[in-house]
């Protein structure tokens, strides 16, 4: 079965670096999604993407984040300066479709730590 | 705003015994709900939604307007169950998956 795959799974940044997380969906998905967990809280949405623009996104999507598809295949979110609270794992999703009947799914995560 | 209670962090049960993972929702719409499962050091993935009214690996789950509740049940735990349990909303019409979480349940069956 075709999965969702995220590198790198673990990363390591200091304070104020960029990062960049990867994802690569699933290849005949149209959607695409990140939602990150901080440790011992919810797991929380952070953006959409269809048709190479964001759809939808979160409050705490703010200018710090960016999502870009830079080819046919990956699907990328960029932290531009890091800040310790962005420490959390990070999960890309990806959907055949919107509806509800296009199951989501996830990868298995980048856990990013901030130090 | 959406919100998704799971009230229990965990719950322990005997293998055999059953099971009633607790799910309440605030919504003001008509959700769309789901119970998503993670096992020990995989992904998260899909066990069922609301809308096909399926049963998948004895789980099942009812959603009940009038409680706003979709607990998830099984009768006879299994060992294999023990895992976290995540409680999903999706808002109606949404053109995406823009999903709200519960805080997650970890369920361990004891043999």
């Known amino acids: 079965e075709p999965e969702v795959t995220q590198t790198p799974s673990h990363q390591v940044t200091q304070m104020g670096q960029e990062v960049i997380l990867r994802c690569v969906p699933i290849s005949n998905h149209l959607y695409f999604y990140w939602y990150r967990q901080i440790l011992g809280q919810k797991v929380e949405f952070l953006v959409s993407f269809y048709n190479n623009e964001i759809s939808e996104k979160s409050e705490i999507f703010d200018d710090q984040f960016s999502v870009e598809r830079p080819d046919g295949s990956n699907f990328t979110l960029k932290i531009r300066s890091t800040k310790l609270e962005d420490s959390a794992m990070y999960f890309c999703?990806?959907?055949?479709?919107?509806?509800?009947?296009?199951?989501?799914?996830f990868g298995n995560g980048t856990r990013l730590t901030v130090t | 705003a959406q919100r998704v209670t799971q009230p229990e962090k965990l719950l322990s049960v005997f293998k055999g015994a059953p099971v009633e993972l607790k799910c309440n929702y605030s919504?003001?719409?008509?959700?769309?709900l789901f119970w998503y499962v993670q096992y020990s050091r995989q992904r998260l993935q899909l066990l069922l939604r609301h809308i096909s009214r399926e049963s998948i690996k004895g789980f099942t789950a009812d959603l009940n307007k009038g409680e706003t509740s979709f607990h998830l049940k099984k009768p006879f735990a299994q060992e294999e169950d023990s895992a976290m349990y995540y409680c999903a909303l999706r808002s109606s019409g949404a053109g995406s998956y823009q999903l709200t979480f519960g805080k997650g349940t970890k369920l361990s069956v004891i043999p």
């Open positions: 919504y003001s719409g008509s959700p769309e």
């Open positions: 999703a990806s959907t055949r479709w919107g509806g509800a009947d296009s199951p989501l799914h």
